[in-house]
């Protein structure tokens, strides 16, 4: 997911508020600073649907043409 995440960012920018991540924890440093350094949202597991789907609908706000 954060490979992904800077390759798409480092070519479409504008894409990156799209990426919604789950996470068990960040359990690498490479994780925790990566975390830190991007506010997208996230789910943690273990999560429920509903969790997923609030949060699906939170980035959907955010990603939204006004």
């Known amino acids: 997911g954060m490979d992904l995440f800077d390759r798409v960012t480092s070519e479409r920018p504008e894409y990156g508020a799209r990426f919604v991540f789950m996470t068990g924890g960040a359990t690498t440093p490479a994780a925790r600073a990566f975390l830190e350094r991007v506010a997208n949202e996230r ?17 959907m706000r955010h990603t939204s043409p006004d």
Do not use: C, G, W
């Open 43 to 59: 789910v943690e597991k273990p999560f429920s649907a509903s969790d997923v789907e609030s949060t699906l609908a939170r980035a």
